[in-house]
């Protein structure tokens, strides 16, 4: 990003799929979301309550209902500044020196950072890549110490696409219990699924365990820029009290969240139709999410996972054909020589330098152009012999 943002100052134009921000790709909020919270301005110029306005917390309790999620109530609801601040939030609020958490490796790192950050370690346990990304069972069973305060679950995942079966998140949940586990479900991709497929929540499988989930309008209404999240508390919170005092001095001390963005989560939450419509065939997210994963495995030592959920493919490389020992010099010079941004798979944690992640969010006329200039670079690029054409 560095590195971009350095050319881009030189007046460089940068195809940026690095990020999953809709909004630079023509993608438009409902019109409906903009005119009401443009209704509300003058009605939210103040603080709200540290949790949240009460309508947003009664919508997203009753989207929790939906769900399956149970035990939650207006005041296990807290709204963000996007899921981001929440996530740090809700380990903060939990972690003494050297407690463990089991992350997803790939991560959305931002789940790794906020361990650490909170002085706390992140394990990685193991997506399975031929088990369509699914997380390793018995990786997770390995990974578990005395030191394991909980285990964090993306689903739909990020960064691979993945969409975990019931059966799945049902053993997952066997294991939190087994363990004492808190689990933490990152569930912003939710209403984002294609083929036909429905998205369990983890927290509707472990009414008898704790559990805290995160959501959010960033992804699936189009409005990344106004940073609107929540996550809620659900199942047993019988042994929990102090965290969620903890969690709850922690809401208090940031005053509150986007007052304007909660304005409109209700309505929101009503509003499902203009985006399942990308989801289906013929619809744009799912014609790019075609386009991108038949043009990726067309491409000589690379192949990919089709993805079901979100718009991100997380691609592997032959290293041993293509002589690739360093997934981020490869991301490097790609961009220098094609003007086009990735994001290599050590950014999420994967420990092999045989991955990149494609944002696959740009008309096909951009993913083909970008597809096109991949293809070529790969056909001559080496790290044991570098031979970049200038």
Known sequence: MDEANRMISEGIEILKLNIGNPAPFGFQ????????????LSKTEGYSESKGILTAREAIVKYCKKKGIPNVTVNDI??????????????????????????????????????????????????????????????????????????VIINPNNPTGSLYPKELLEEIVEIARQN???????????????????????ASLAEDLLVVTFNG???????????????????????????IEGINLLSSMRLCSNVPAQSIIDIALELEEETK???LPGGRIYKQREFIYNAVNDIPGLSAVKPQAAFYI??????????????????LDFLKDKKILLTHGGGFHWEKPDHFRIVYLPEISQLQMAADALADFMSYYTQNNLQIRK
């Open 29 to 40: 909020a409902p019109s409906l979301l903009l005119e009401r919270m443009s209704e509300n």
């Open 78 to 151: 807290y709204t963000g500044n996007g899921v981001s601040e929440l996530i740090t939030l809700s380990l903060q609020g939990l972690l003494n020196d050297g407690d463990e958490i089991l992350v997803p490796a790939p991560d959305y790192p931002l789940w790794t950072a906020s361990v650490t950050l909170s002085g706390g370690k992140a394990v990685h346990y193991i997506c399975d890549e031929k088990a369509n990304w699914y997380p390793d069972i018995q990786d997770i069973k390995r990974k578990i110490t005395n030191k394991t305060k909980g285990i």
């Open 180 to 202: 004492e586990l808190i689990i933490f479900a990152d569930e912003i991709y939710d209403r984002l699924v294609m083929d036909g497929l429905e998205h369990v929540s983890i």
């Open 217 to 243: 309008l960033s992804k699936s209404h189009l409005i990344a820029g106004y940073r609107c999240g929540w996550m809620c508390i659900s199942g047993d919170k019988s042994h929990a009290k102090g965290y």
């Open 277 to 279: 419509e990308l989801l």
């Open 314 to 331: 997380f691609p592997k490389i032959d290293t041993k054909k293509l002589h690739i020992v360093d997934d981020e010099q490869f991301v």
